[in-house]
């Protein structure tokens, strides 16, 4: 991998996952109801006993939520690249949607193995996901190919 793809797909990870969670916050402001993926991702890391200070839980865990957004910014770039997959915004779409899924599914396997849940509305959590996913997915397809052009 060169570094004009590696600069590709970084900044693309990075657009697509702040504009997801700026989404998500905004959703969870506006419900009023927890749906931040970090905050709720410091929760696990506490419930799993990481013997780290709380700010530090933070700062993993906003770093973790980074890295799986890059994660999946490497696949799309993956099966773009290779002609796995049509480069188009409709494929975005769905990669947003299989993602969403992905997370979804990551999210209830993460609390079913921590013995105490947070106390969230957990059908609007998966629900405000799901669509901030499609987002994830839509954005990175856009900064993605502003490399492209």
């Known amino acids: 991998m060169n570094f004009d793809i590696f600069l590709q797909i970084l900044i693309s990870s990075i657009a697509a996952t702040s504009v997801m969670t700026l989404f998500s916050y905004v959703v969870s402001a506006s419900v009023r109801e927890l749906y931040k993926e970090p905050v709720l991702l410091t929760y696990i890391l506490t419930r799993f006993h990481i013997e780290v200070s709380l700010p530090t839980k933070r700062v993993l865990a906003w770093l973790l939520h980074y890295i799986i957004g890059a994660f ?9 690249h290779y002609n796995v997959a049509e480069f188009s915004w409709r494929i975005a779409l769905l990669f947003g949607a299989i993602s969403g899924i992905v997370g979804i599914l990551g999210w ?3 609390f079913k193995i921590i013995p105490q849940k947070p106390n969230i509305d957990f059908k609007g959590y998966y629900t405000q996901l799901f669509v901030a996913h499609v987002i ?3 954005v990175a397809f856009l900064v993605y190919k ?3 052009e």
């Open 136 to 138: 994830f997915g839509l």
């Open 108 to 110: 209830m396997v993460l």
């Open 146 to 148: 502003t490399f492209l």
């Open 72 to 80: 999946f910014v490497i696949i799309y770039h993956y099966l773009w």
